[in-house]
């Protein structure tokens, strides 16, 4: 059966996981969401929540609108993954055709290359805050090179070698990690709230600030904020049937979402606001970046130990939500020619080219970032639901998505209805970074762009004679 299969659409990356070997419990699914809910990007777009004006309370409202429907996005993308045992660079060829998949594909692998790249180098601050507190010789390594001080440099190549010795040996080892990574950031996570009421004095006065938003004001805000959090999630939308593969039932990846996802998100981001909450109190101003906060604190034994966390919690998101994703991305572009190993350090070297250093520290540019990202894989997540809900029945041929010229081949490679939705909905979601008009839109970009590719992709998908898939 193997034979028959297009050279350029498998390798034995991309092939289904057999039934005996998706072995990841509700346990594993869970600690794999702990260990990326809780990670630099999420604190600090918690964090980045009251710098932009709103008060603790309308914090955890915006969070708590976010998480739920990302939870139920989660849920039924991933159900794909878990019956068939595909990724999802494979599991897009169905709407797209083998050749048309490679636009959403090589999307989304450059939305992970560039999330690895803002990980990392929130890594890569920390880890230059440990070994100038413990190392005044390091700490002196100033000299700038390409916009960036020589230890920086270097405390870079540490935690890019961090990566690479973890994702080295594939997903099980990632799987095992998880374990141990996701509830550890938790119990430092506490740490950091209990000094956050202790600053506080308890959480009268951490959440009695008031809003300074109100009226269009707020409500803009709250929908940026809903956006910008949906959007630091909006690729591991599309791409969540690269874990839900490995999982052995359909009970056990919703379980195991449901804890890892909105439960995690709603006990970590009350720390992230607590703590910045306790920032305003001592220092006068919101302190959005932890690895600041740790230097601010000027208490070397913190420094250390918080950011160890931080590198940490790093590794723990990176490697899943980036790393895993972006390697199978390449290998289908390139399946001849990689597999995980080399896929996963080809990362690596892509994520220098974002040289995340030159405009990592400024919220606004990250919010922007989330939502251009939220705006463009919107469309591809309303057409993926579109596609198997609606126009396949949750009905597939698996060995039919690794051959041309088969039922979801479309016009020679191109399933023209998914291209026409995608490039539709992206071009209204990004209107607005252009044209003034459209600005509101782009505050809920991913909305517009989900709402968009479905019903546009329905409509003109039900124009094409779809071929029925029996006995599946």
Not at 82 to 96: D, E, H, M, W
Not at 195 to 220: D, I, K, Y
Not at 274 to 301: D, H, K
Not at 321 to 350: C, E, G, K, T
Request: hydrophobic residues 55%.
């Amino acid at each position: 059966m193997k034979a028959a299969f297009a050279a350029d659409l498998y390798n034995e990356e991309l092939a289904p996981v057999a039934p005996e070997r998706r072995n990841w419990s509700w346990l594993n699914m869970a600690t794999v969401w702990m260990g990326m809910v809780h990670n630099i990007v999420a604190y600090e777009a918690a964090a980045g929540l009251m710098a932009i004006g709103l008060s603790a309370w309308e914090c955890l409202e915006v969070v708590a609108v976010a998480y739920a429907i990302l939870f139920v996005t989660m849920w039924f993308n991933a159900r794909a993954g878990t019956r068939y045992g595909i990724p999802f660079c494979v599991l897009i060829r169905s709407a797209f055709g083998p050749k048309g998949a490679q636009i959403p594909v090589i999307l989304r692998g450059f939305c992970a290359v560039f999330w690895f790249s803002v990980q990392a180098y929130g890594a890569t601050q920390a880890m230059d805050a440990i070994l100038s507190t413990l190392s005044a010789t390091w700490a002196s390594f100033n000299e700038y090179i390409l916009g960036m001080p020589e230890k920086r440099w270097a405390a870079m190549a540490i935690v890019w070698a961090l990566h690479a010795w973890i994702s080295s040996h594939g997903v099980h080892r990632i799987r095992n990690f998880e374990l141990i990574a996701g509830p550890l950031v938790i119990v430092v996570g506490l740490m950091a709230t209990f000094w956050g009421l202790h600053v506080g004095h308890g959480l009268g006065p951490l959440f009695s600030v008031p809003s300074h938003l109100h009226g269009l004001a707020f409500v803009g805000a709250f929908a940026v904020g809903v956006t910008g959090m949906i959007g630091m999630w909006a690729t591991f939308a599309v791409n969540i049937p690269d874990l839900s593969r490995f999982v052995r039932s359909q009970r056990d990846q919703v379980i195991g979402q449901a804890i890892g996802l909105p439960l995690t998100a709603l006990v970590f981001t009350p720390m992230a606001i607590i703590t910045t909450s306790a920032t305003v109190l001592l220092f006068g101003r919101p302190i959005w970046n932890p690895t600041e906060l740790l230097l601010a604190l000027n208490q070397p034994m913190i420094t250390v130990i918080g950011g160890a966390t931080l590198i940490l919690a790093t590794l723990s998101v990176n490697v899943v939500a980036n790393i895993l994703p972006a390697s199978y991305d390449l290998i289908n572009l390139f399946p001849r020619h990689l597999d995980f190993r080399r896929a996963s350090q080809l990362v690596l070297i892509l994520g220098v080219f974002f040289v995340p250093w030159l405009w990592f520290d400024h919220a606004a540019n990250i919010y922007r970032m989330l939502d251009i990202i939220g705006g463009t894989l919107g469309p591809v997540t309303g057409i993926m639901l579109a596609d198997y809900y609606v126009i396949r029945r949750q009905a597939l041929d698996v060995n039919a998505l690794y051959r041309h010229e088969d039922i979801y081949d479309g016009n020679r490679g191109w399933h023209l209805p998914a291209i026409i939705a995608l490039l539709v909905g992206a071009a209204v979601t990004s209107a607005g970074e252009f044209i003034p008009a459209f600005h509101s839109v782009g505050e809920i970009a991913w909305f517009v762009g989900v709402l968009l590719g479905f019903g546009i992709y329905v409509a003109l998908a039900r124009k094409v004679p779809i071929p029925s898939v029996l006995g599946m």
